[in-house]
């Protein structure tokens, strides 16, 4: 079981609940060392006086507020932690909804990070469960600020299945103005109905249901399979290129390529789903792993996709090596059963 990074009070109206909080993220990506090119050594980085070049302990440091605009001869007002620990919110155990929106009148943009929130014991579920329930039928969050490590935030309490999450939210001048931000927007495009209409039946065509499982992080795989490749002295495929712009001119002609395919795909989708409601097919659902000697005949998106029909944890950070190596003793447990 994780361990709460924050508890504290969940509070609604007149209604409270104890709730703690959990990290909802786990980073995947591959770190790297740093190194100086041609050797194995370690470079790191330190602390160091600008002016005599020699390193700075961390308890000499304190914070400086530059006065005007010149970085080289800035004057500082110099303002220690301490100072800024009295002036902090203070530590706050309470987060209080102040109020409920519609969760369709939030744009992305604001939600930062995610975390769970959990009832602090079994005496606290009914309540726990109550806003969970009917925030999920409203489609609305509740928003609230709290405290956590002399840190102010605004956030989302909002409804997963089976769970409450807090989303960390961005202060409305954080959020830059985007067409102040992002030059060529276009300003008026004139769109007949028949590209729009097209539009939208290459959507419907390309409408799927949301599994997140479908998904996974195909550019770390890369990142490992470069570093296995380089291990063993081998060479790697270089990623193609992306395709061109679409032409305006050839703009509807696309659409329509678009959609047959699209069309193509999809009836692809559904005669696999007839075959699986099968009597027959239904008990191959989640067929059984190959022995070792014939998984090393397949290419490592087969084996995770083998690994995805079976279960195997941690399938998305493993290697090609790993994926044989993890499908193997899941038949050899298989067969011990």
């Known amino acids: 079981m994780a361990r709460a990074i924050w508890s504290g009070v969940l509070s609604f109206g007149l209604v409270t609940v104890p709730v703690s909080l959990y990290t909802a993220i786990e980073d995947h990506t591959t770190h790297f060392r740093l190194l100086q090119r041609?050797?194995?050594?370690?470079?790191?980085?330190?602390?160091?006086?600008?002016?005599?070049?020699?390193?700075?302990?961390?308890?000499?440091?304190?914070?400086?507020?530059?006065?005007g605009d010149e970085e080289e001869d800035a004057e500082y007002v110099v303002v220690e932690r301490e100072e800024l620990d009295r002036i902090a919110p203070g530590k706050?155990?309470?987060?209080?909804?102040?109020?409920f929106v519609d969760l369709d009148d939030v744009e992305p943009v604001y939600f930062d990070r995610t975390?769970?929130?959990g009832p602090r014991g079994k005496e606290y579920a009914k309540v726990y469960q109550l806003l969970r329930?009917?925030?999920?039928?409203?489609?609305?969050?509740?928003?609230?600020?709290?405290?956590?490590r002399s840190k102010q935030y605004l956030t989302a309490v909002r409804a997963q299945p089976d769970v409450l999450v807090l989303q960390t939210m961005h202060w409305a001048d954080e959020i830059r103005d985007p067409h102040e931000t992002v030059p060529g927007?276009?300003?008026?495009?004139?769109?007949?109905?028949?590209?729009?209409?097209?539009?939208?039946?290459?959507?419907?065509?390309?409408?799927?249901?949301?599994?997140?499982?479908d998904y996974r992080d195909t550019y770390e795989e890369k990142v490992a399979e470069l570093v296995e490749a380089k291990r063993q002295g081998e060479e790697i495929?270089?990623?193609?290129?992306?395709?061109?712009?679409t032409n305006v001119v050839d703009l509807m002609q696309v659409l329509q390529a678009s959609i047959d395919r699209a069309g193509e795909k999809a009836g692809g989708?559904?005669?696999?789903?007839?075959?699986?409601?099968?009597?027959?097919?239904?008990?191959?659902s989640k067929p059984e792993p190959e022995p070792e000697k014939d998984l090393r005949n397949l290419k490592k998106e087969e084996l995770y996709e083998r690994a995805t029909e079976i279960g195997v944890p941690g399938r998305s950070r493993m290697n090609r090596?790993?994926?044989?190596?993890?499908?193997?003793?899941?038949?050899?447990?298989?067969?011990?059963?």
Not at 46 to 51: A, D, M, P, S, T
Not at 237 to 245: G, L, N, Q, R, S
């Open 38 to 67: 041609g050797t194995s050594d370690r470079v790191r980085n330190k602390r160091v006086n600008e002016r005599t070049g020699k390193e700075v302990r961390f308890e000499d440091i304190a914070k400086g507020y530059p006065l």
């Open 92 to 99: 706050s155990q309470l987060v209080e909804i102040s109020g």
């Open 115 to 117: 975390y769970y929130l």
């Open 133 to 148: 329930t009917a925030l999920e039928k409203s489609n609305r969050a509740g928003i609230a600020t709290f405290v956590m």
């Open 185 to 213: 927007l276009p300003e008026s495009v004139d769109l007949s109905g028949k590209e729009v209409d097209m539009a939208l039946r290459l959507m419907d065509g390309l409408a799927v249901d949301w599994n997140p499982e």
């Open 237 to 245: 495929a270089v990623a193609e290129e992306p395709p061109e712009a």
């Open 269 to 284: 989708k559904r005669r696999k789903k007839t075959a699986r409601g099968t009597p027959s097919a239904a008990k191959k």
């Open 321 to 337: 090596e790993e994926l044989i190596d993890a499908l193997s003793k899941a038949t050899r447990r298989k067969k011990a059963a």
